[in-house]
């Protein structure tokens, strides 16, 4: 099956950032947060240690059009705020449905930015999907209560890849309809 290409990324505002599509001069400041090894650990795809040219290459793809996946910097600047406080993105998995996926850096645990961020994503609804998919390590309750505070209903159990732990971890999933 082809999948539909993500064309354009609209920008999507919250009262306390916006989210916007990534640029080359984000490449430093994701590198600082996604090396660290406490965001790479609850994520499936972040190596850690981060190799060198690893963030250039993420931020190129992102950047690419057409791209099979929009991603989003959580930019508190329009108030005066970080540049980048995290990602947030969004994978085609078919014509109707997408995988949301988000890491916050560490300064910004438990002040409600991932769920303002996941609240923003779901209303703008930017790809016009019928459903979204996510899941989160079980160590990870933190981003368990975000999905479910946006709306996001338990599934089951099953197990990613982490890229960082080199091991299969047990995961939480989720999904919600729109």
């Known amino acids: 099956m082809i999948l539909d290409r993500i064309v354009q990324q609209a920008e999507i505002g919250t009262d306390r950032f916006d989210l916007r599509p990534l640029r080359r001069s984000d490449i430093g400041l994701i590198d600082h947060w996604a090396g660290d090894e406490r965001v790479a650990r609850m994520t499936t795809s972040i ?14 793809r992102a950047m690419s059009q057409p791209a099979d996946e929009a991603v989003w910097a959580i930019d508190g600047t329009r108030d005066d705020g970080p540049e980048l406080m995290g990602i947030i993105s969004l994978k085609r998995l078919d014509e109707d ?13 438990n002040t409600g930015v991932a769920s303002e961020a996941l609240t923003a994503l779901v ?7 019928r459903s979204l998919f996510a899941s989160v390590f079980q160590d990870n309750p933190a981003s368990a209560r975000v999905l479910s505070h946006c709306g996001f209903d338990y599934l089951g159990d099953a197990e990613s890849f982490s890229v960082a732990r080199g091991a299969l971890v047990p995961t939480w999933t989720y999904s919600r309809k729109l």
């Not at 240690?49 to 963030?55: E, S």
């Not at 209303?123 to 999907?129: E, R, S, T, V, Y």
């Open 123 to 129: 209303a703008a609804n930017p790809l016009g999907d």
């Open 97 to 109: 449905g997408a995988e949301v996926g988000f890491w916050i850096a560490p300064l910004f645990w």
């Open 47 to 60: 190596p850690h240690p981060l190799p060198p040219g690893a963030t250039e290459a993420f931020v190129a």
